[in-house]
């Protein structure tokens, strides 16, 4: 099976000829197969040289003829113009073109009529999508390659995404993942490219996705061995974005390698955002921590964690400051006395577990082992609960849930709720409602809640205070996790 591509200006009695050649042989010959491209005049000079320099081809002349191989793609078989065209017509099929040049000149001035009509409705097509732009920075995260299926099948967001995938440095890595994107076929993916420039890359953006990480450590000396310098890439993404994106970008951090700093990067971005309101558009990703807690008090009831709700993980992360509070936790479809519908039944979390002292002794410290214990197991990080998490924040972010009434966990701003007075952000219990987010009202906390509260708030404020210094991170490398109090349920 044979495929050639003709390529030639609208308007060029030459390309006429030989497009009416090929469909002559297409016509006849049923393993033979014809790709037409025709080309605005205007333009023609360098697309034909763009196509030789990616091919690395030498040809000048409109028309141009390439053989493909069907099976194995790759850049083709340059055959030529359009006389070598004619030529391997007649040489190896017998057949040519016999229209007179006038005939040939009448088509090819019909041919640039139907090419700008064709060009009109394309624009008019155009005119009418209402783009979503959608930027992803530091697509090298290990998460990108979980998360980008789901967020283009799952109808998250509109039907028209432009995605630009935004980082400093354009490696073979980058292009893979750009290929690997595009290979998804999604009918809701508009565009995709890598760009390099932050003003670019944020440019109108609606929904910003930021994965950095604090991975480049600066190499000076200090006084204190444990104290650590590392390059934020953070300030200059948060003037980029504030500068460039839409005034109700949604902004959405969550980096990997760096998680148990995200609630420190919330507040830190949060300084730098002057024209985006932070306390309605900028959320951190505490979501993982939440759901690796419900991992674990599902396997000791024995049932999925999807019919665990309520679970909340107050304060910074887990690997830092924080309390899980099961107050109001909730489980459905528990094996006991009581049968009813998935859903429809739900039974306080606490009053389940019948020995109250694994959740004092022995709860908190599997819930911060998890991670590590999974890792060791598959000889590697483990990735797909964090990828998991941050679909979840979206999805819930990004979608109307008129009937949804759980609590979830996530890194906003907290002033004026739940008791808080300072100007932070922390992890609190909020509710997901017609692509929003809001804190609970007249929300009630038990005094052990509020005294661990207290404690995490004074600790946050104290570790904010010397994790930034200019554009630079110091990162502590012996932090030291507050004690939660023994809770009597």
């Known amino acids: 099976m044979a495929k050639f591509v003709i390529a030639g200006k609208a308007n060029c009695p030459y390309f006429a000829k030989a497009e009416l050649l090929g469909d ?9 197969k014809i790709h037409k491209i025709p080309v605005d005049p205007d333009h023609w000079d360098t697309w034909l040289k763009d196509l030789c320099q990616k091919n690395n081809w030498k040809h000048s002349k409109s028309p141009i003829v390439w053989r493909e191989l069907l099976d194995r793609g790759g850049k083709g078989i340059l055959l ?34 139907t090419f700008h009509i064709v060009e009109q409705e394309h624009k008019k097509v155009l005119a009418s999508i209402i783009p979503f732009n959608l930027t992803i920075s530091n697509p090298k995260s290990p998460a990108l390659y979980f998360i980008i299926n789901e967020l283009l099948n799952e109808n998250v967001f509109s039907k028209d995404i432009f995605i ?11 292009e893979g993942i750009f290929m690997e994107i595009q290979d998804l076929a999604s009918p809701h993916l508009r565009s995709i490219k890598v760009v390099q420039d932050p003003a670019e890359a944020f440019k109108d953006c609606d929904f910003a996705i930021i994965l950095d990480d604090l991975d480049e450590e600066i190499d000076e000396k200090n006084e204190d061995e444990d104290l650590k310098k590392y390059k934020n890439p953070y300030i200059s993404l948060a003037k980029a974005i504030d500068q460039n994106a839409k005034q109700n970008c949604k902004i959405l951090i969550s980096p990997f390698n760096s998680r148990n700093e995200t609630y420190a990067l919330v507040n830190l971005v949060s300084k730098y955002l002057k024209r985006i309101n932070p306390k309605k558009y900028l959320i951190g990703n505490s979501m993982c921590d939440e759901m690796i807690a419900k991992a674990i008090v599902a396997h000791r009831l024995r049932i999925n964690p999807a019919y665990v709700s309520n679970v909340i993980v107050m304060g910074q992360s887990l690997f830092d400051s924080f309390y899980v509070d099961l107050t109001y936790a909730r489980v459905t479809d528990f094996d006991g006395a009581v049968w009813a519908k998935t859903g429809t039944h739900w039974l306080n979390l606490i009053s389940m577990v019948a020995d109250k002292q694994w959740i004092n002794k022995d709860f908190i410290s599997l819930v911060i082992d998890r991670e590590n214990s999974v890792s060791e197991m598959l000889r590697r990080k483990s990735i797909l609960v964090f990828a998991q998490s941050i679909v979840k924040l979206i999805n819930l972010w990004n979608l109307p849930h008129e009937k949804d009434t759980s609590l979830y966990s996530a890194i906003v701003y907290a002033k004026g709720n739940y008791g808080i007075k300072e100007d932070i952000f922390l992890s609190i219990p909020v509710k997901f409602e017609k692509e929003s987010y809001f804190c609970i009202k007249n929300f009630k906390m038990s005094d052990q809640t509020e005294s661990v509260l207290e404690e995490i708030i004074a600790d946050t404020k104290t570790r904010i205070s010397k994790k930034f210094i200019d554009d630079y991170y110091v990162k502590n490398g012996h932090d030291v996790k507050l004690v939660t109090p023994k809770v009597v349920y």
Request: glycine share 12%; with cysteine.
């Open 24 to 32: 002559e042989l297409a016509l006849n010959l049923p393993g033979f």
């Open 80 to 113: 030529g113009d359009g006389n070598a065209f004619q030529e391997y017509a007649l040489t190896y099929y017998g057949i040519k073109c016999e229209l007179t040049s006038g005939d040939l000149t009448k088509i090819g001035t019909e041919n640039e009529e």
């Open 164 to 174: 630009r995938l935004y980082c400093k440095n354009h490696t073979e890595n980058i």
